[in-house]
């Protein structure tokens, strides 16, 4: 069946033509690119990734189909999504369904283009950008509205999107085995994956809305705070700043990711920025400082942490320092205090999809709230 016609169009003008894939109609966002040769459908169900057109660099998308195992939310966060050859047939025995299928069924716009190497190398020179998909009858407008429209878009800068794909309602995720911990988990776009992997090491997890404050943190009297991550400015996340202020004020264990390491920056003094291209994809080397480790890690963000990397910093909550520093860019990827059990990183290590060189991550949280009690 021939599939209708779609246009992606760039904020700076730039078009590639293509077809539809998914469902028909338009949409905008920030368009980047994801760079994993796989785990194409935790991306797509990244909260992480909301307002955001993914364009993936693999070449063929789509040929294990998708189950109902693997996404990491309820449902496909993704504004749009860009490939350049969805697969004919899935084949997969873990297989329910084809992801067209899915992107159909749940309303995302997306398209195939052949020249998915040329748009990646396009935003690597220009940086990520606002974009829209158009296809079908909405395809036909005329390029020149069609950019209008994409420049009247909202930006990334600014936006606050945690609360928007924030669990509404506290809920429990119960320690695997014997428990040996209660951990309060803000949800600012939490996967489902990582309280599963804090549930793996005898954590009772109490996942909390992304509106949570101190009291409703300490409520649970925790032996250790998570803050997740999420999507959105940092900059605009004042009032999960201060509930994280009232958890290092009560001497809690604090384990922060990705949003939740440029809060914890945030609740230390430190600034934040809009990286031009941001990290996305599951081989970001990231150096450990203090070891001198290298692990490849799974990433997903467009702003980082302002810190100095040449030594210790002081902060109100003592002396603080850079833990780890990508290697591509030599961006802060993580932060810990020197005084206080408290640290965080700026990538996802609950490895889905990725590599897992960094799940040691939980057990040094685990072992830090141990050392707490």
Not at 60 to 68: L, P, Y
Request: hydrophobic share 40%; proline share 6%.
């Amino acid at each position: 069946m021939t599939q209708p016609p779609a246009v992606l169009v760039l904020e700076d003008g730039r078009t590639f033509h293509g077809v539809a894939y998914g469902a028909e109609g338009e949409t905008f966002g920030e368009i980047v690119f994801n760079t994993g040769m796989t785990g194409y459908q935790e991306t797509l169900t990244d909260p992480s990734y909301a307002r955001q057109i993914v364009a993936m660099t693999a070449p063929h998308i789509g040929n294990t189909g998708v189950n109902a195992e693997d996404p990491e939310s309820a449902r496909i966060q993704v504004a749009g999504y860009v490939v350049r050859e969805p697969a004919r047939v899935a084949s997969n025995w873990r297989a329910t369904g084809s992801l067209g299928a899915a992107l159909r069924e749940q309303g995302v716009v997306g398209i195939a283009i052949p020249g998915t190497r040329a748009l990646t190398r396009h935003l690597r020179d220009r940086g990520a950008m606002r974009a829209g998909v158009f296809s079908g009858g909405a395809a036909a407008a005329p390029v020149d509205e069609l950019v209008a429209r994409v420049q009247d878009s909202p930006r990334m800068e600014g936006s606050a999107l945690a609360e928007e794909v924030s669990t509404r309602e506290a809920y429990v995720v119960p320690a695997i085995g014997e428990k040996r911990y209660t951990v309060a988990a803000v949800d600012l776009g939490i996967k489902g994956m990582t309280p599963h992997r804090l549930a793996e090491r005898g954590c009772e997890v109490h996942v909390l809305p992304a509106t949570a404050t101190t009291g409703d943190i300490l409520a649970v009297d925790p032996d250790g705070v998570f803050f997740s991550n999420g999507p959105g400015d940092p900059a605009t996340a004042d009032a999960q700043v201060a509930a994280l202020r009232g958890v290092l004020d009560a001497g809690r264990p604090f384990f922060g990711i990705c949003f939740g390491n440029q809060i914890f920056g945030r609740a230390l003094g430190l600034g934040t920025y809009k990286l031009r291209f941001g990290h996305r994809g599951i081989n970001q080397p990231v150096q450990d400082r203090r070891t001198g480790k290298v692990e490849v890690s799974a990433h997903n963000h467009g702003f980082a942490v302002d810190a100095p990397t040449d030594g210790p910093f002081d902060t109100p909550y003592g002396r603080a320092e850079v833990s780890h520093v990508n290697l591509n860019d030599g961006c802060v990827e993580g932060l810990r205090l020197l005084d206080r059990p408290a640290f965080s990183v700026q990538y996802h290590p609950e490895a889905a999809a990725g590599p897992h060189d960094a799940t040691g991550l939980f057990d040094q949280f685990c072992e830090t709230m141990e050392a707490s009690q």
